[in-house]
């Protein structure tokens, strides 16, 4: 059973970028699309974005669409969301997620991880 797991968290200045890393624990992501989520305090957990097992199918939320990308380097078994241009409502605990590509999107992914926080500053 794989466990996705988190880093590269951390706080920034708005305008700034981070790069979050997600690698499996356990086992592997083969087979699996993968998904960014993330959870703002007092809020509900959203979609970010997801890639397709092969690469070649993405989907980003509109409030990160030209700021955020998701890229997957299948030998590392690792997943990442580059975040530039970052904004103070980007902050939030952000999760790695793998499953199926149509589930992942639905946010029903089969595996979680725990998360990491980004703290973006005014």
């Known amino acids: 059973q794989v466990q996705p797991v988190e880093s590269g968290g951390g706080l920034v200045q708005a305008g700034g970028s981070l790069r979050l890393s997600c690698a499996a624990s356990?086992?592997?992501?083969?087979?699996?699309?993968m998904g960014w989520f993330r959870q703002a305090p007092r809020k509900e957990r959203e979609f970010v974005a997801a890639?397709?097992?092969?690469?070649?199918?993405?989907l980003y939320a509109d409030s990160v669409k030209g700021r955020f990308t998701i890229s997957r380097d299948t030998a590392k078994n690792t997943v990442y969301l580059q975040m530039n241009s970052l904004k103070v409502e980007d902050t939030a605990v952000y999760y790695c997620?793998?499953?199926?590509?149509?589930?992942?999107?639905?946010?029903?992914?089969?595996?979680w991880g725990q998360g990491t926080q980004v703290t973006v500053s005014s």
């Open positions: 356990g086992g592997t992501f083969s087979g699996y699309a």
């Open positions: 997620a793998a499953g199926g590509y149509q589930a992942v999107v639905a946010g029903s992914a089969d595996y």
């Open positions: 890639i397709s097992w092969s690469g070649g199918r993405f």
